[in-house]
Nanobody, 123 residues
């Protein structure tokens, strides 16, 4: 089992920045690719970004490319999502997740999920 806990969400004005963190329990964090997803009310969970086991490869959804950056620190068992130039449409609950089979954009590929952190961007 891997337990994930997100933090860093909050209320920010459009154009502002936030950094989300996801802390993983246990000693197996470095064997999982990690991803960030988000879900707004009435919408399906949406892929945001993913990162390989070593951190050498990253993928970002077109909607956030150039604004958001995923990173990880395996020594700290933590994955981050730096969010810049935030827009009101970024408002959602953000979830981190762990995948045993490498980087992926499909939520079905991820075995473990955090409980989410709310990000609200005001216009």
């Amino acid at each position: 089992q891997v337990q994930l806990v997100e933090s860093g969400g909050g209320l920010v004005q459009a154009g502002g920045s936030l950094r989300l963190s996801c802390a993983a329990s246990g000693r197996t964090f470095s064997s999982y690719a990690m991803g960030w997803f988000r879900q707004a009310p009435g919408k399906e969970r949406e892929f945001v970004a993913s990162i390989s086991v070593s951190g050498g490869r990253t993928y970002h959804a077109d909607s956030v490319k150039g604004r958001f950056t995923i990173s990880r620190d395996n020594a700290k068992n933590t994955v981050y999502l730096q969010m810049n130039t935030l827009k009101p449409e970024d408002t959602a609950v953000y979830y981190c997740a762990a995948a045993p089979g490498g980087v992926a954009s499909s939520p079905q590929r991820y075995d473990y999920w955090g409980q989410g952190t709310q990000v609200t961007v005001s216009s």
